[in-house]
Structure formats: structure tokens, C-alpha cells
């Protein structure tokens, strides 16, 4: 299947228009007309080389939302004209512990990413959804539920997920007591998933700027990081913190504000942080961890969650011929709260 998408070439130059082959379709593959791909920070750092393993030409893009336009004949759930979702995972073994317990993105013997990862078979890189078309095995092809306005599905895809599940894993529910750290596109879908599972929700933040876009997004309260009488009022408040902050930072701050018990759970720094000392997790039975994505059973949980709820991120719009400018904008955290690439702006490739 000949297609076209934007790829990264170099580190150092700006994504442009390439185009490819999508893989012919076996026996248990969905093909999809890609309508809409979310933006995440994962795609900038990615095409920039910033984590020292992309393979070039890259094509980014996880959070994929599609309708379906061939399926192969072993397919049994999905037809031709389905809303279809793609997220971080295009592939697993579907044999060791973690998949069989639902938890492919920790495959044993190594997930296969939507993008910039060897095909488990041909050992080809993936492309990712920065494309107009994509194959994927049926059984990482989700459902998206009627209910929810597609073109503001897609960052559910990372950004939902990412946050969705440490709030799973740790029981988060009414009662609960949830505190976020930034309030970019994982700390706004973090907000907005933990209150709807009626958690009470406090941000956290270095000034009070964010404090109306805090409470309309749903939280109960803003706490400025920076106040030391309001951090010192805080202590062993939460039962749970989910740390978005994307770049090294000190979380020593933070600790004594947990529960004992709590947990602070990193989702957004891949790399080093500041040094944490261990006198606040020792005296009160405190942890620090760390947390992926989900598996597909939960992806599909949150995104029928969502349905239920009727919880999207806001989103802005863009042209695929944007996506510089986008990831310019991101890095400057301009962007309320996650870019969206329309791609009906990406025009089809030339049949020559």
C-alpha cells in the first residue's frame, strides 16, 4: 500500500512530506485511513534524536484514530468502516506473563511501538501515524465508542492512557486524594480522568497563573509549589501524585506531601532527575515509581471510561504542513492542551 506521510530525515532538519509502503496485509491485519494523530512530546524528542536511538527516516505519531478500509481474512472484530484507534503499540510476543495478564508494553520479549521499532516480523521500522494510511495486527486495533467526537479521541491514545493508568494501578475512586504535577497534556487529561473516577484533585503548579484553567478543567484546588507555608499546610495530604514534569527536575519537595503509603508516580521525565534524598520515603513508608502506558485491555477501558463520562482533551487543530511550527510552539509549551493533525490536510499519494 503506497502512502504518504511527514518524517524526520535528521536531527537536525524540519520534518517533510515522504512517502512509503505500508506492508501488504496478513492474515489477521486492519488497514486504516488515518483521519486524525495527536501530537505528543514522545514524537518532537523522537525526531530530534533527544533519547540517542532513532533510526531515520522517522515518521512519529501514537495516538491514531482511523476508520477501517480492508481487514485480512482471519480478522473477527472489526469490519470495513469501523472508528478505530491506534495507540503506542502496533505489536507483542502475545505469549509471555505480561501479555497474557494484559500488559503488552511490558512484553518479555520486547513490544513492537508504533513508530521507530523493528517489525516483529521483516524487522523493518515502524511508521507511525503521521501518515494517511496504516496496517496494524487486529489485536492491538481499538474501539472507539460512538459517543466520542473523533477528532479529539486521538491524544487519549498516549497522553489518556499515560495517566489513566497509574490511577488504576493505584486505586484511585471517591475519597481519594490526587495531586498532578505541571499542567501541560498529560497534567490536563490527569485532572480531568482523576476527577471523573471522583477523586479529589489538586494541582500543582509554580505560580497560581494556572489556577481558573486548574478549576474549569475540574480540580478542586491549585497549589503553589513555590508557597512554602501553603507546601508545609499540604503535608501527607495525598494518597497519590502523578509527576508529568517532561525534564529533570528535584522531586524532594514533593515527598513529604504524600500519605504514608503514597505514592508519586513519574509519567513524564525519560532520563535522570535531581537527587532524591531518602529521608521522606524512609519515615513514612513512601515511593517513588514510575509508570508506561497500559496494555490494550485498559486502553480500551479508559477509552469507553471516556465515553461514559464524556472526558476528551482540548484540543487544537492542525494542518500536517504545521507540524514544525507545532513542535516549535510545544517546546515552548504554547499549546492548550494537545496539538491534533486533521488529515484531511495530508493530500493522497500520486498513483505514478
Not at 501479555?99 to 511508521?127: S, V
Not at 506531601?257 to 537527587?275: C, M, N, R
Request: charged share 20%; glycine share 8%; with cysteine.
Amino acid at each position: 500500500m503506497k502512502t504518504i506521510g511527514y518524517a524526520a530525515l535528521s536531527p537536525s532538519t524540519p520534518l517533510a512530506p515522504f512517502t512509503f509502503e505500508r506492508r501488504a496485509l496478513r492474515a489477521n491485519d486492519v488497514a486504516m485511513e488515518i483521519l486524525y494523530c495527536g501530537v505528543c512530546h514522545s514524537d518532537l524528542h523522537t525526531a530530534r534524536n533527544d533519547w540517542g536511538w532513532t533510526q531515520y527516516p522517522a515518521v512519529p505519531g501514537h495516538e491514531i484514530v482511523g476508520r477501517v478500509t480492508h481487514v485480512g481474512p482471519d480478522v473477527t472484530r472489526f469490519r470495513v468502516g469501523d472508528a478505530v484507534a491506534v495507540g503506542c503499540l502496533v505489536d507483542s510476543c502475545q505469549e509471555c506473563d505480561h501479555c497474557h495478564q494484559g500488559e503488552e508494553q511490558f512484553c518479555t520479549n520486547g513490544r513492537t511501538d508504533t513508530y521507530n521499532a523493528p517489525d516483529r516480523i521483516t524487522g523493518e521500522n515502524t511508521y507511525g501515524g503521521y501518515a494517511k494510511h496504516l496496517v496494524v495486527r487486529e489485536e492491538f486495533v481499538l474501539r472507539v465508542p460512538d459517543t466520542l467526537t473523533l477528532a479529539h479521541v486521538a491524544p487519549l491514545l498516549c497522553a489518556g492512557i499515560t495517566t489513566y493508568s497509574p490511577l488504576r494501578t493505584w486505586n484511585v475512586g471517591p475519597g481519594s486524594r490526587v495531586g498532578v504535577i505541571g499542567l501541560g497534556g498529560l497534567g490536563h487529561m490527569a485532572v480531568k480522568l482523576a476527577a471523573g473516577l471522583g477523586a479529589d484533585v489538586t494541582v500543582m503548579s509554580r505560580t497560581n497563573s494556572k489556577e481558573a484553567d486548574a478549576l474549569s478543567l475540574g480540580a478542586d484546588r491549585l497549589l503553589v509549589s513555590s508557597d512554602s507555608a501553603a507546601m508545609a499546610a499540604a503535608q501527607s495530604h495525598f494518597d497519590l501524585i502523578i509527576d508529568t514534569v517532561p525534564v529533570k527536575h528535584d522531586v524532594n519537595p514533593y515527598m513529604s506531601l504524600l500519605k504514608v503509603d503514597g505514592t508519586l508516580v513519574l509519567v513524564g521525565q525519560v532520563g535522570p532527575l535531581a537527587e532524591p534524598t531518602t529521608v521522606p520515603l524512609i519515615l513514612g513508608r513512601r515511593r517513588i515509581a514510575g509508570s508506561l502506558i497500559g496494555g490494550i485491555r485498559e486502553t480500551q477501558e479508559m477509552l469507553d471510561f471516556c465515553a461514559k463520562k464524556q472526558i476528551l482533551p482540548d484540543c487544537e487543530m492542525i494542518r500536517m504542513d504545521q507540524i514544525n511550527e507545532a513542535f516549535e510552539r510545544m517546546e515552548h509549551a504554547d499549546v492548550r492542551y494537545r496539538f491534533v493533525i486533521d488529515m484531511a490536510s495530508l493530500p493522497a499519494p500520486s498513483a505514478q
